[in-house]
Structures are given as C-alpha cells and as structure tokens.
C-alpha cells in the first residue's frame, strides 16, 4: 500500500469514527490531510459552525488565522499543501459558564499517532491555543510559548487561539504583532515554499 492510499485509509477510518456518541450534536471529525502537505496546523477542536460545514476554520477564528498566516482562503485550504489535526476531531460542546468545551480528552492520543506518522513531508507544525500545546509539548503557560517561539522553531510555532477573546489578549502583549506575526508569516512561507 502506498503512503498516499494508506493516509486515505486512515483519515478515512479517523472521518467514521463515533468513539464519542454522547457529544451534543453528535460525533462528526473534521481534518484534512494530504502526503504533500508541508504545513500541519493542530488547532483545539471544531466549533458549531465547523461541525455544520465540516470545513475547518471556517468561522470568524479561521479568519483571523488566516490574517496572522499571511494567506487567503485558497491558499489556506490547499489540501496538497496544508494539512489540518485538530486535537479533538469533533465538536466538544459549550461549558457552562460560556465557550467552547475543551477538546475531547483522548482524541488526539488516539488520533495522532495514527494520522501524524503518514504526514511524512512535513516542514511545519502550528501548535494554535493552549489545548494543542499541552497536548504536543506538555503542561506550561500558551503566552510563554508564544513570546518564545524560536524555542520550539524549526519544527513548531506555538500560537495563541485566534477567537474574539484573544483581541483583549492581543492588545496587552503587542509583541505578538510586532514581533510574532512577522516571523510566522516568514515560517509558513518557507515551509509551503
């Protein structure tokens, strides 16, 4: 079996999957991947919007995501190029004092080492909101990562989530504009280029 059929294989068994058929609007993965892909972005988990679609970023986050990356919607969401792992494959649900849910404990431990392994041709990982770091890299603090990027550089690039309630964020650390997103935008480039 090639490395490609045997992805499609997977991502095809990853897209099936109902482990979790107590999530409130039911179990419905959302990931893109690819061999091609030189650029994996692993984000926390869809939100409604995405589990309506079953595009991922395809909400207000996506766009401010795609702002910070430096690339438009085609360019985002070329498969053969850009691959797209969240921790959670499906939509966790709203906690009870507002917000997303967090991502489905065991999904990605699950799905990772089943998924990433295939994406073989990868230059770049993004590692977007607190959730996707922990699960990569461990327990520590989303904003010390951040404003430490080149620490985890080549291979990583610790981001913030990219929803509304990082604009307040944002705005207390405008280290992140003046010194992240130009060097994120240079990272992302060289790795699709």
């Known amino acids: 079996m090639s490395d490609a059929a045997a992805l499609a294989a997977m991502a095809a068994t990853a897209r099936a999957c109902t482990r979790c058929t107590d999530l409130p609007l039911?179990?419905?993965p959302v990931l893109r991947v690819s061999v091609t892909a030189r650029l994996l972005i692993i984000g926390q988990a869809?939100?409604?919007r995405v589990h309506a679609s079953g595009?991922?970023?395809d909400d207000a986050s996506g766009d401010r995501l795609r702002h910070w990356l430096g690339l438009d919607r085609a360019a985002f969401y070329d498969?053969?190029?850009i691959a797209i792992v969240p921790t959670g494959l499906c939509y966790p649900g709203r906690l009870r004092r507002g917000g997303d849910a967090p991502p489905r404990a065991g999904c990605a431990a699950h799905w990772h080492p089943r998924l990433l392994p295939l994406l073989a041709g990868l230059r770049l990982t993004?590692?977007?909101g607190s959730h996707a770091q922990a699960h990569t890299l461990g327990p520590g603090a989303m904003t010390a990562r951040v404003r430490g990027f080149r620490d985890h550089l080549p291979g990583r690039f610790p981001l913030p989530h990219p929803s509304w309630r990082t604009m307040a964020w944002e705005r207390r650390n405008p280290w992140f504009?003046?010194?992240v997103l130009p060097a994120l935008r240079a990272a992302v480039a060289a790795a699709l280029g």
């Open 26 to 28: 039911g179990p419905r």
């Open 177 to 179: 504009t003046a010194e």
């Open 55 to 57: 595009i991922p970023w």
């Open 126 to 128: 993004l590692l977007v």
């Open 79 to 81: 498969e053969a190029r």
């Open 46 to 48: 869809p939100g409604t």
